[in-house]
């Protein structure tokens, strides 16, 4: 079955950096779009970042030049490098993987996902 599994998350301060790996298995890693979600309580998760099969990206407007996406099909493995990290970026990070609507966005599989905390 298809598993996702995020590592890398923690208690930080601002400013500092965190990576996110997340690990799949149980499908052809290569064939499909990646992506990842943050979520805080009490509200929807929100698309950080994704990846397509070919390599482009898309960041959130809030992580634009401070985040990158990248993934290693040999390791079936996606990251996020997340550098000057700020308080807002504080939530549950989840992996998700195989595009099933580009409008809106949707994933067909997700990990249990992994805490950030960024303090001040």
């Known amino acids: 079955q298809v598993q996702l599994v995020e590592s890398g998350g923690g208690s930080v301060q601002a400013g500092e950096s965190l990576k996110l790996s997340c690990t799949a298995s149980?499908?052809?890693?290569?064939?499909?779009?990646m992506g990842w979600y943050r979520q805080v309580p009490g509200k929807e998760r929100d698309l950080v970042s994704r990846i397509r099969t070919f390599g482009t990206t898309e960041y959130a407007d809030s992580v634009k030049d401070r985040f990158t996406i990248s993934r290693d099909n040999d390791k079936n493995t996606l990251y996020l490098q997340m550098d000057s990290l700020k308080t807002e970026d504080t939530g549950v990070y989840y992996c998700a993987a195989c595009l099933m609507s580009s409008n809106p966005v949707e994933f067909k599989y997700w990990g249990p996902g992994t805490q950030v905390t960024v303090s001040s």
């Open positions: 149980g499908y052809r890693f290569r064939d499909c779009g």
